[in-house]
C-alpha cells in the first residue's frame, strides 16, 4: 500500500491533472463531432476504414479472450514495426506460463502481423482514447498488467488502467527527435498519464534522459536497452528460381519514390553485374502498383508470391507480410527503406541479425542509435540518392567485403541482447508493488 501511495496508483489523477483531463475530453468531443462527417465517408468508402472504425470504438469481437483463471498481461504495439519489437517479450511471457497474454495494435497491418508472430494469443484492436470506448475494452481485458512497446501514450487509457489499480510499465521506450518535441509541447497534457506508469524501461540512455525532461520521476526509469536486439536470428528463406550466383539486392520496407531510385539504380546494376532486386513495399497492399512501376522502367517483374522456380526476373515484389526478416538473408546487400524518403527510416536490426551488409539513406531519425552502431562497427554504409547505385555496387562487386561486414553486423546484435529479460524483471517489480 505504501508503494500504490508512492506512485499515486489510486484515485483520480488530481485537481489539476482533473482539469487537464477534462480540457483534454472536451477537446476530443468537439474533434469527433467536427470529424463525423469526415469519417462516415471513410466508412462507407474504404474498406480498411470499415475494418477497424468499429473495433477501435470499441465493437470488437471479444469471445476468444481468457474466461477464467489468471487475468492477462496486456501488451500493446501501435503497428508492424512495433509489434516485430514486441514479439520477442511476448514469447518470453509465453514461455513463463501459468497467465495469459493479451495483444492489441491500432492499424490493420498490426494486427494482421500480430496474428502471424503471436499465435495462440488473442489480438484485438487498441481503442481510440475515448472513455466509452477505453472503458469498454479495458472491462472486456480486465488486464492483471499493461505493457506498451515503444510510444503511443493516451491520457484516457492509462488513467483509466491508474484508477483500477492496474500496473502499466513502457517497454523499448524511445523517443525520436521529432516526438520528443512533440511531447514536449504537450507536456502538461501528458504528466498525468505519464504518472501512470510504475516503470519505463528506456530503449538508451538518451531515451532515458527525454523521459526524465518530461517528468516522469528518475527512479521509475531504467534504461533496459532495445528489445529488437534480441529478435531471434531469422532462417533464411529460398527464394523460388533465384541462382545463389545472382548478385541481388534486398531492399525492404520501402516508401513511395524509393522504388523509383532502386529502379535508377539497378538499370546500372544489372547492365554490369547482372543484378537483380527483391522490394518489399513497406505497405503490401502497394505491391501490384510498385510491380507497374518497374514494368514501367522495362523489367522483367514478378509478384513474390507468384514466383514458381523458373527464370528468375529482374525484380520480385513481396506481396505479403512475414516475410521480410527472412528474405534478407538472401541478398547480397540490404538497403532499408524508409530512409531516402523522409520517414525516419525503419529496423536495419534484420539485415543485420541475417549476417548482411546494410545500406540505408540519411533519415535513420527513428533507429538513429541502432544505425549509428551499425555504422561504427562498420556493418552499415549510409547514402544520399545521387550515391545509391554506386554504394550498392561497392559491396555487389566485392563480396568479400560484404561478409566481412555482414558478420560486423551479427556480432553487434548477439553482444546486445538482453532487454527481453530486463524488461520482464520491471515488469515483476511493478506487478509486486502493485495494490
Not at 514486441?86 to 497474454?101: N, S, T
Not at 529479460?421 to 511493478?430: K, P, S
Request: glycine share 10%; proline share 8%.
Amino acid at each position: 500500500m505504501a508503494a500504490a501511495a508512492r506512485h499515486g496508483i489510486r484515485g483520480s489523477a488530481g485537481g489539476a491533472g482533473f482539469l487537464v483531463l477534462l480540457a483534454y475530453n472536451l477537446a476530443l468531443a468537439a474533434a469527433v463531432l467536427l470529424a463525423a462527417p469526415a469519417v462516415l465517408f471513410l466508412f462507407f468508402a474504404r474498406e480498411k476504414r470499415k475494418k477497424t472504425l468499429l473495433a477501435r470504438l470499441g465493437f470488437q469481437d471479444y469471445s476468444k479472450l481468457p474466461a477464467f483463471g489468471p487475468r492477462p498481461v496486456w501488451i500493446h504495439a501501435l503497428s508492424v514495426g512495433e509489434v516485430n519489437a514486441a514479439a520477442p517479450l511476448v514469447r518470453a511471457l509465453l514461455e513463463q506460463g501459468g497467465r495469459p497474454v493479451v495483444a492489441t495494435a491500432s492499424t490493420l497491418t498490426g494486427r494482421r502481423r500480430a496474428g502471424e508472430l503471436f499465435p495462440g494469443v488473442p489480438v484485438l484492436y487498441f481503442p481510440f482514447d475515448l472513455p466509452f470506448s477505453v472503458k469498454r475494452v479495458v472491462d472486456a481485458i480486465n488486464p492483471a498488467a499493461f505493457v506498451l512497446v515503444e510510444t503511443d501514450l493516451w491520457p484516457n487509457l492509462l488513467l483509466t488502467l491508474k484508477r483500477r489499480g492496474v500496473p502499466a510499465v513502457l517497454a523499448n521506450g524511445r523517443l525520436s527527435d521529432s516526438s520528443f518535441a512533440g511531447y514536449r509541447r504537450a507536456r502538461r497534457l501528458l504528466a498525468p498519464a505519464l504518472s501512470a506508469f510504475f516503470a519505463v524501461g528506456a530503449a538508451t540512455e538518451e531515451d532515458a534522459r527525454r523521459y526524465a525532461a518530461l517528468g516522469v520521476p528518475e527512479e521509475r526509469i531504467s534504461v533496459t536497452g532495445n528489445l529488437k536486439f534480441d529478435a531471434p536470428e531469422p532462417e533464411p528463406l529460398t527464394v523460388p528460381g533465384l541462382d545463389p550466383k545472382t548478385p541481388l539486392v534486398v531492399a525492404g520496407s520501402t516508401h513511395p519514390g524509393e522504388e523509383d531510385l532502386l529502379a535508377s539504380a539497378l538499370s546500372g546494376l544489372k547492365a554490369r553485374l547482372g543484378a537483380a532486386l527483391v522490394v518489399a513495399p513497406r505497405d503490401p497492399d502497394r505491391a501490384g502498383a510498385v510491380a507497374r512501376l518497374f514494368k514501367a522502367r522495362g523489367f522483367s517483374v514478378s509478384l513474390f508470391s507468384g514466383l514458381d522456380g523458373g527464370a528468375f526476373p529482374d525484380v520480385a515484389v513481396v506481396d505479403k507480410m512475414g516475410l521480410l526478416a527472412r528474405l534478407y538473408s538472401a541478398g547480397r546487400v540490404c538497403f532499408v527503406g524508409g530512409s531516402l524518403a523522409p520517414e525516419g527510416g525503419h529496423n536495419p536490426l534484420e539485415p543485420a541479425a541475417a549476417g548482411r551488409p546494410v545500406v540505408f539513406g540519411p533519415h535513420m531519425e527513428d533507429f538513429s542509435e541502432i544505425a549509428d552502431t551499425l555504422l561504427s562497427r562498420g556493418a552499415a554504409l549510409s547514402t544520399d540518392a545521387p550515391a545509391l547505385e554506386k554504394v550498392l555496387e561497392r559491396l555487389l562487386a566485392d563480396p568479400a567485403e560484404a561478409d566481412r561486414m555482414g558478420r560486423a553486423g551479427l556480432a553487434a546484435v548477439r553482444e546486445n541482447r538482453g532487454s527481453v529479460q530486463r524488461t520482464l524483471d520491471l515488469l515483476t517489480r511493478a506487478e509486486g508493488e502493485a495494490p
